[in-house]
């Protein structure tokens, strides 16, 4: 730079203006600082993003609908806990994995025991949910677990838990025969306000029933007691039976979706909450839910010697009027020596439904067990107690068995060690009436129709012949006499009509009438004038008046 | 070689501002009388500025492309675009056009001044007397091509502004944003302390 050292001595000094001359401040450029704040700037940045990464999951489902990479976000409670950053097809093609970021604070989501499924709008019948989803797309939904572990793999539930971890509240088990309606989801009602929700159910190992487990959320959990009687409220309950028509329904919510109610029992019963999973009978109506526990059933048999049109099967059995048990079966028998067809009723009766009655029966009977029943039921026997199938409703025409003491009941053999113990029986009500008809129909039977037919025949047999004398004799001899009255009547009416010949005749015979009579009065006024005239005859005519110029009619008229 | 004569050579320098001739001075301190303003001969750290402008700049390229630089939320989705996957987007969508001129004002513009004041510095500073006018006219360049790289900033404003429909559709501007406009200001502060006159210093040198 010696031409920059050469320029140093100005050549016109002072026609320049000469610089002013500042102290500056700072010794160093400041202008460092600025890659120095971009460099912290940078680092921070990536420090905050590694140390803000959470642990990394994979999820399998079994579809991907609605999920997408990049965009997708993991929430627990409606808060952003992650996001799906790839999806893939498993090599088996059955399902597909997501590897999900979960986020820094949410490590406690890569635990055993985490749950996670699609939130997808779903309409069922309890309802439709995630309808918000229908607009922001679908997302994954998180339920942490209790468990510490890390855990990094994960299936994902195809449908959302029903109950959340940690929820207040207890599960219960339930025993049914059969699903019915109920789903996952349906709800449990208690005093027909919802208080949980069945959560799960599968078939029972030997196949024969179902168990369900329900959920109940606190603090209304307390309100399943040791003794709380379940029974299922689904759909419309209408039952036409022996006492008439029945209609039942818990909600118009459970009509459509099912739903579980739960009760106390009335009278005395535990009243402690029961324990979680405790298990209960699903009962399938109130009713039988709420009914006394039926204790072990019976199976008894009843042999009718008559038709039992009407009685059919879950036909009630009563007792004295007290519902005892059920109609299991009524089958046909064939008895040689009578050759007839007696109906064989099988019921199934619950002794402890009879309540104090049967502990102090089989208190004195002092049987035990199998053999106790079979021991009261002789005892009553032997007092006339028969089975009779009753006229439940005349409507319908429903039957039932009604066990009944019949004084007069003639007595029967009894063996109570048959297996199953035949209850004899007695006619019931409706035979009396049938028996009645039939004596009835007796007496209507004896009335002699055939002969009173038989004369009836003659009879009109006769009349048959009476009619067609008549018809060939008298009738045409009647026609002809009218025939003949017809033609009189025509000759008198010719003969009376006005021009006929008679008539003229009469006319001119009563004007030749006429003139004799004039005549005669001439004749008698001559006599009178000429009484002489009767012996001297009668004189030569004097000359004729002249001035009486009148015919011999008008000298009478003149005359008198 | 007949050079023109330079101001430094004749004893002159002037002032930057209200361009007064005044008589030469070294010290780095020295004043215009006139307007007060700082005097010297070529500017001052020109080369250091621009490197370290250049530098934090390049630094701060990283997240603006790594980070999301706007949020598109709609009805049924919600998008966060990065610099590159808007630029695909766009390409996919059916706008290569736009996709094109994006990608050139958002990726090889900036790529291109780093790459330019890269080669500048390194040539001043080696004091390499070759193509002296070819890089003054690639400084020229890079000083007209330098605020047309704001436009993913200016997309991203104006859209955010515009499109606010509450949850119809809504567009928000990102943090990836703010460091893409940094690196622009930076490049372009970069350029501006480059002092040009040192591409004929050297020259002159030899």
């Known amino acids: 730079m010696s031409d920059t050292n050469q320029g140093n001595t100005p050549v016109q000094d002072d026609d320049l203006p000469q610089p002013e001359v500042r102290k500056s401040k700072l010794g160093f450029s400041l202008i460092w600082l600025v890659p120095i704040i971009a460099a912290l700037v940078g680092i921070s940045l990536m420090v905050t993003h590694f140390t803000s990464a959470g642990p990394k999951i994979t999820v399998t489902f079994l579809t991907a609908e609605g999920i997408e990479a990049n965009k997708t976000q993991v929430k627990y409670k409606n808060v952003v806990i992650g996001k799906v950053t790839t999806m893939r097809l498993s090599k088996d093609r059955t399902h597909i994995s997501v590897v999900i970021d979960l986020e820094k604070d949410a490590a406690a989501f890569a635990t055993k025991g985490t749950r996670y499924w699609v939130v997808r709008p779903r309409i069922g019948a309890s309802g439709v949910s995630g309808i918000d989803t229908l607009l922001s797309g679908a997302f994954i939904g998180a339920d942490a677990g209790d468990s510490q572990d890390d855990q990094n793999d994960f299936t994902g539930l195809e449908t959302p838990p029903a109950v959340t971890h940690g929820a207040p509240g207890r599960r219960f088990v339930l025993h049914a025969s059969d699903l019915g309606s109920l789903d996952i989801g349906s709800p449990v009602y208690y005093r027909r306000i919802q208080v949980g929700r069945i959560v799960s159910y599968e078939l029972d190992k030997d196949g024969k029933g179902v168990s369900l487990q329900l959920f109940v959320d606190g603090p209304n959990d307390r309100f399943v007691s040791k003794d709380a009687r379940f029974w299922n409220a689904s759909g419309v309950d209408v039952s036409l039976g022996a006492d008439g028509l029945k209609l039942n329904t818990q909600s118009l919510a459970t009509v459509i979706a099912g739903g579980v109610a739960f009760q106390d029992p009335p009278g005395p019963h535990e009243e402690t909450a029961a324990p979680e999973m405790q298990e209960f009978t699903l009962f399938n109506d109130q009713g039988t839910a709420i009914a006394p526990p039926d204790g072990k059933p019976r199976y008894i048999r009843m042999r009718f010697e008559h038709s039992l049109r009407g009685l059919a099967v879950d036909a009630p059995v009563e007792f004295l009027g007290v519902k005892f048990g059920r109609v299991v079966s009524v089958n046909l028998d064939y008895d040689e020596k009578t050759q007839t067809f007696p109906v064989i009723v099988g019921a199934v009766v619950y002794p402890d439904r009879l309540g104090q009655a049967h502990d102090k029966l089989a208190k004195l009977s002092g049987g035990d067990g199998d053999s106790e029943m079979p021991k009261i039921m002789s005892g009553l026997v032997a007092h006339g107690l028969r089975a009779q199938a009753r006229n439940g409703n005349l409507l319908t025409g429903q039957l039932y068995i009604a066990l009944d003491f019949d004084p007069k009941a003639k007595k029967v053999e009894f063996n109570p060690n048959a297996r199953p113990f035949e209850i004899p029986t007695t006619p019931g009500d409706f035979d009396h009436i049938q028996e009645q008809v039939a004596s009835i129909v007796d007496k209507i039977e004896k009335i002699p129709f055939d002969s009173i037919g038989k004369n009836l025949d003659g009879s009109l047999h006769e009349l048959n012949a009476t009619l067609k004398q008549v018809n060939t004799e008298l009738l045409p001899e009647a026609k002809r006499t009218l025939q003949g009255v017809n033609k009189t009547v025509g000759t008198a009416n010719d003969a009376l009509s006005e021009d006929s010949p008679l008539q003229q005749n009469i006319g001119n015979t009563l004007e030749e009438l006429q003139r004799t009579i004039r005549s005669v009065r001439a004749f008698t006024d001559y006599l009178g004038r000429h009484p002489e005239a009767l012996l001297r005859g009668r004189g030569a005519d004097a000359a004729p008046p002249v001035s009486t110029p009148a015919t011999p009619k008008q000298g009478k008229d003149v005359q008198p | ?206």
């Open chain 2, 1 to 206: 070689m007949s050079a023109p004569p330079r101001a430094q050579e004749l004893g002159m320098m002037s002032c930057h501002v209200c361009r007064l001739v005044t008589a030469y001075s070294e010290d780095p301190h020295a004043h215009c009388p006139r307007c007060h303003s700082a005097l010297h001969v070529r500017k001052q750290g020109s080369i250091a500025r621009s490197w370290a402008l250049l530098l934090a700049a390049a630094m701060f390229y990283i997240p603006a492309n790594v980070f999301p630089i706007m949020r598109t939320q709609s009805l049924s989705s919600k998008d966060d675009n990065t610099i590159l996957s808007g630029i695909f987007e766009l390409w996919r969508a059916g706008s290569p056009g736009l996709a094109v001129i994006v990608f050139t004002a958002s990726i090889v513009v900036p790529m291109l001044k780093f790459i330019i004041m890269t080669v500048l510095l390194v040539s001043v500073q080696r004091s390499s007397g070759l193509v002296s006018k070819q890089r003054a006219r690639l400084y020229r360049f890079v000083e007209l091509i330098g605020y047309w790289s704001m436009l993913d900033v200016f997309v991203v404003a104006i859209l955010s502004a515009l499109v606010h429909f509450q949850i119809l559709s809504r567009v928000e501007p990102l943090p990836g944003v703010v460091y893409f406009g940094v690196v622009v200001v930076l490049t372009m502060l970069s350029a501006m302390s480059f002092d040009p006159r040192l591409i004929w210093d050297n020259r002159k040198s030899q």
